[in-house]
């Protein structure tokens, strides 16, 4: 299957810093990924939509100018937690489907764990 | 999106069938059926997807009702390997491409 890779997959920052997780799909072409985070024992939420060539997508609640996402091309987006707190500690998930279309799969990566101290 | 219920938790015994099952009431005629399942500290991974004809692949099958208000997701013969939170999603082909993700269902594989 398609496969789609995150970089980093673990990182531990100060409170303050700034984290920029890359989202890569390796063997297809996306112009949709989305960006999910998942809380310890809780199910993932979506955060935001990415459009390649144009702004994301932000579901309710989430703070556009915290969380940054840029997708620069058809097989990259990247997710920046600016300034970041310990309450932004989380799983975060990326995803991407080849083609255009609901009944499609998504792929997901394998995710990137933030620790903020 | 329609909403599913799926039971909070599972258990199966090694090497045997496992039935994991969804209820879908409010499903509309033109959403999909999606299962995914992540595994602990992974990302999710999809299983398999169906209209209303019951699907095979190589990972599992599904099986739809009738009236399509319920489905069940079958794994042939449990290894621990399936030890993961199996999510059922409806998607509207005709929609955007948004994945909700609810509770899932926990399934604990006992060697």
């Known amino acids: 299957g398609a496969v789609v890779s995150q970089h980093p997959s673990r990182v531990i920052c100060k409170s303050g810093t700034s984290v920029k997780i890359e989202c890569r799909s390796l063997?297809?072409?996306?112009?949709?990924m989305f960006w999910y985070r998942q809380f310890p024992k809780q199910s993932l939420m979506l955060m935001a939509t990415?459009?390649?060539?144009?702004?994301?997508?932000?579901e309710q609640g989430v703070e556009k100018d915290k969380f940054l996402i840029n997708h620069a091309s058809l097989t990259l987006s990247t997710l920046t937690v600016t300034s970041a707190h310990p309450e932004d500690s989380s799983f975060y998930i990326c995803?991407?489907?080849?083609?255009?279309?609901?009944?499609?799969?998504?792929?997901f990566g394998p995710g990137t764990r933030l620790t903020v101290l | 999106d329609a909403k599913t219920t799926q039971p909070n938790s599972m258990e199966s015994n090694e090497e045997e069938p496992v039935h994991l099952p969804c209820n879908h009431s409010?499903?509309?005629?033109?959403?999909?059926i999606h299962w995914y399942r992540q595994l602990p500290s992974q990302g999710p991974e999809y299983v398999i997807h169906?209209?209303?004809s019951n699907v095979n692949n190589r990972m599992a099958s599904l099986a739809i009702a009738e009236d399509r208000k319920s489905s069940t997701l079958i794994l042939h013969r449990a290894t621990l390997r399936d030890a993961a939170v199996y999510y059922c999603?409806?998607?509207?082909?005709?929609?955007?491409?948004?994945?909700?993700f609810g509770t899932g269902t926990r399934l604990t594989i006992i060697p």
């Open positions: 999603i409806l998607r509207d082909p005709f929609g955007n491409e948004k994945l909700t």
């Open positions: 063997d297809f072409q996306a112009t949709t």
């Open positions: 995803s991407a489907s080849p083609a255009s279309g609901g009944r499609d799969t998504q792929y």
């Open positions: 409010t499903i509309s005629g033109t959403d999909y």
């Open positions: 990415s459009n390649e060539g144009s702004k994301a997508t932000y």
């Open positions: 169906g209209l209303t």
